[in-house]
């Protein structure tokens, strides 16, 4: 006779899913990959394109990234993320490219046996990917102009 | 002299023209050296008074010294998510 | 000639979204309703059921309410959202009846321009949801017991 | 004398054995003087010292009056999310 195993609350996390993309993101995938039954809370965040920025009618943005350092920052986060919240299981994935109004650009997903440390994981995971991970965006505005935001006069 | 390519992003890739900048400099080199070089390069006018620069995908300190074979990047302000 | 108009990034909420449901929580349906072409960021959470509770294996669990003021007192907490977060897009959807474990029982999402006010009204919406709102919940336990949860002994 | 029907929920219906206690409470009436009254009724001394009552719909203090045709209920200590 065989006995259900159950793996412990407080079971480390998954390695962290990282991915940089050109097709648009599914946040579903990345609330089913960080999905457990030790799972208790998953916090996401989208960032998406607005409309209007500092004032100016966007039309678009092209995104660019430096993208095997990209990659790496983002996975460092993760890892640092799992260190401050141990069991914390992360998934980044942001989107490269040109995208329209309203479209996700990045896609962040936490989860962890309680929801504290979900939401803060989540949160952390934005504002270290904000300050560090090399990805650039270009807008593009109604008047035909575009210009690189310098987010330092731009903050989102 | 060395010269080592330099990969540049975003608003640094408009001032230079490029994607990889080709900087010729005298070993041994460090990341400020290299910035330095990079100035009086067409387009170099106009990087800031402190580019911040990623040696082998990590960032890197203005005293790192850059080996021949390095991957050096500079990295213009950052504006994911 | 027409100039196409664009609302102003800073135009008040909609109207919050607020569902206690039995079937099911679609989380695409929330961002969906929140999502906006003045939304810049969207925060939301999942709640779900653990297999592990005070290290107890749970294998299921009831979700009871007292349905029309659990309705107003979401409302109310949507309504204080907005009101501390000018512009947030909230939508809360608690589902009740008899959960699997991995099942999701409440799912947030908060839409703002900006990330700050979009991730700060999830939080907020969460804890207040779990200190003020009459939903009450009944473990089953995998060796067949099962009781009401009291979070003053076992918070999540 | 007035009979107040109060809605009670989870385990304070699993108290009670029912989803409605009809309460017997001489008219005027606090919330408090309510809740002293269940407790003398099978099941009430399962209550705790302070539990909390919503009148139509809203969080009551103890010292709030009920009237006949309010929707009172017994609020367990609440568990969502």
Chains 1, 3 share one sequence.
């Not at chain 1, 991915?19 to 989208?46: E, M, N, W």
């Not at chain 1, 490219?97 to 995971?125: K, N």
């Not at chain 2, 023209?17 to 041994?28: D, E, I, K, N």
Request: net charge negative; with cysteine.
């Amino acid at each position: 006779m065989t006995t259900p195993t159950f793996a412990p609350a407080t079971e480390p996390g998954c390695e962290p899913f990282i991915a940089l993309v050109t097709a648009p993101i599914d946040l579903a995938q990345l609330v089913q990959r960080v999905s457990h039954a030790s799972v208790g809370a998953i916090a996401t965040f989208l960032g998406t394109v607005r409309e209007f920025n500092d004032g100016r009618a966007v039309t678009g943005i092209d995104y660019e990234a430096y993208e095997p350092m990209a990659h790496r920052e983002m996975d460092a986060i993760a890892g640092e993320a799992a260190e401050r919240f141990p069991g914390v299981r992360v998934n980044v994935v942001h989107r490269l490219g040109t995208l329209a109004v309203g479209e996700v650009s990045v896609a962040i997903a936490c989860a962890h046996a309680r929801r504290a440390p979900a939401a803060d994981a989540m949160r952390m995971v934005i504002e270290e990917l904000k300050v560090r991970v090399p990805i650039w965006k270009r807008e593009h505005y109604a008047d035909g102009e575009f210009t690189w935001v310098d987010p330092s006069g731009n903050p989102r | 002299m060395m010269t080592i390519p330099v990969l540049v992003f975003a608003s640094y890739a408009d001032a230079f023209g490029a994607r990889t900048v080709q900087v010729p400099v005298s070993a041994p080199c460090t990341v400020a050296d290299l910035v330095s070089a990079m100035r009086v390069l067409p387009g170099g006018d106009r990087l800031p008074t402190k580019p911040l620069v990623a040696l082998n995908q990590a960032y890197a300190k203005m005293s790192a010294s850059v080996q021949a074979g390095d991957e050096v990047a500079l990295i213009p302000p950052v504006a994911g998510g």
